[in-house]
């Protein structure tokens, strides 16, 4: 059963009285929701998912045509036809509605990008599938990004894909690099201490696609598409490399560089030692 609770206030100043379910309450279908991380709401039944889906979907479009600064949350409701405590529940913001947005590009990448590699060997074009498949999932959305890429570029927001509220969809994106190494031919010809780190290091590579991505106006995103088939043999050579001896020093120099001051969760543990 719905809890009332007092005056819900969202952060566009959206003043309303709503009877709001309470995390890990029965949903609006009786269902249990629980939370994901960051506050989302975690559909437990047909329609509870399909509410949440229904308010994504609604959220996107409006972000594109009205620009994400002037979308407020009574605004994404009204257009779902839900209430906006409703709204507020599944999405207790729009920073939480980004994370939806991550969550959910990022499975149908992981997933689409899986069928495409399969029976594929080469290390090289894995990645280059990899790649490309992101730009095709994203495609669509390629008009609202650039909307928010502004917020998303800040390291203190909560839509930073660097961010703890991202990792989820960053956890995502980083075993599906891990699949693209592992399913390829060069999978037991590394040296063990880059295998390991390789996954990482590539969603950076995809992240620096996304930035490219963002800013590219050319048709079709045709600049960042052949950013991607120039680069992928580039970056398999380099790696191939590191199986000689000669190089593994200078190899371990650059990965140390890149987990120590790029990736996200090596960041953190560097703050935490030096506080």
Sequence with gaps: M?????????????????????PGSRSEDGAGAGELPGG???????????????????????????????????????????SVGIAYYYFESKDVLIQGFYDRITREHARDAAERMEGVRD??????????SWLDCAGRYHAFGTQFFRTAADP????????????????????????????????????PELAAQLPELLWLLLMAVVLHWVLDR??????????VRRSTPLAARLISMSRYRLLRPLVHDVTTLCRDFLLPAAATRTATRGA
């Design 40 to 82: 989302r709401a975690r559909p437990k039944t047909g329609k509870s998912e399909q509410t949440r889906a229904l308010i994504l979907d609604t959220a996107m479009r409006l972000f594109q045509e009205r620009g994400y600064d002037r979308t407020t949350m009574r605004a994404i409701a009204q257009e779902a036809g839900v």
């Design 156 to 191: 203190d927001s909560p839509v930073s894909p660097f961010s703890e509220q991202s990792r989820p969809a960053r956890a995502t994106a980083v075993a599906l690099f891990a699949d693209v190494l592992a399913g390829s031919d060069l999978a037991r010809k590394l040296d």
């Design 218 to 227: 050319t048709p079709d995103t045709t600049r960042t598409r052949e950013l």
């Design 123 to 132: 290390f090289a074009a894995r990645l280059e599938i990899a790649l490309a």
């Design 2 to 22: 719905a809890v009332p609770e007092p005056e819900q206030t969202g952060p566009q100043g959206d003043g309303v009285r709503e009877a709001v379910p309470e």
